[in-house]
């Protein structure tokens, strides 16, 4: 059943209106028509069947058949914070952990990364990195679209990590307990923040800082992950830790 995302003021009295991008994509690309099901979701969380009745220029009507929770969420909002990498690698890994269930995904610079976020192209990036979350939430049925924020240096990335987390787990290929034993110390977490490192890793520095702010060190296993693997190997684990 195909699903779109709408601002919850478009849901009201038992129907629902798209608009827009969602309109065209059910008129002209779906070739959908009166009487077929689609699945809405609110943004909130909140999943809606809903009817095809209407077909309008610019926007389309569905009448609600029923609503629920989502059951495609985490019980605790991860935030990724990556290292930013070169190339398109991003893209890749803003895919795959919306796929695994991150609630948002944070870029940052650090001492170790090959290429810097160009602060005139981050903008226009920005948009193209949002589309393909919301393109992701799609496929895999989720209920929300995580954000991506626009890169921030290392230092703002810890402090917003250390305060808005109960968890801070630091993927760190100089040592630390394994992921696996902070995930079962964290059950009862509420929100858990992970950070990994761009292709350079991380500094000593930035590993001492973010340990003396109350980031947990964690290792990933035996061997050395390349950047685009370790963020999905992390969320892998938390998906295992809480869901399975």
Not at 196 to 206: L, R, Y
Not at 213 to 223: K, W, Y
Not at 231 to 238: E, K, N, Q, Y
């Amino acid at each position: 059943m195909p699903r779109f995302f709408v601002n919850s003021a478009n849901i009201s009295d038992g129907y629902v209106t798209l608009s827009g991008d969602n309109a065209r994509h059910i008129s002209f690309s779906l070739r959908m028509a009166c009487g077929e099901l689609i699945t809405v979701c609110d943004g909130t969380g909140t999943e809606y069947k809903a009817e095809l009745c209407e077909f309008h220029e610019g926007s389309v009507r569905a009448k609600i058949l029923s609503q629920k929770a989502s059951d495609s969420e985490l019980s605790v909002r991860v935030t990724l914070y990556q290292g930013y990498p070169k190339s398109d690698k991003l893209e890749f890994i803003i895919q795959k952990a919306v796929e695994l269930g991150a609630s948002k995904i944070v870029p940052f610079e650090s001492e170790h990364c090959i290429k810097r976020p160009d602060a005139e192209k981050s903008a226009k990036r920005s948009l193209r990195f949002s589309k393909i979350a919301e393109e992701a939430a799609k496929q895999c049925g989720r209920a929300v679209i995580p954000s991506v924020s626009l890169p921030v240096p290392f230092e703002t990335a810890l402090s917003l990590a250390i305060k808005e987390n109960d968890a801070v787990l630091f993927c760190y290929e100089g040592g630390g307990a394994p992921i696996t034993e902070l995930i079962r110390e964290n059950k009862n977490a509420k929100s858990i923040a992970v950070f990994v490192g761009s292709e350079g890793g991380f500094s000593e520095n930035e590993a001492a800082l973010a340990k003396n702010n109350g980031a947990r060190l964690c290792g990933l296993g035996n061997r050395i992950l390349r950047c685009e693997t370790a963020p999905l190997f992390a969320l892998s684990a938390i998906v295992c830790g809480f869901e399975l």
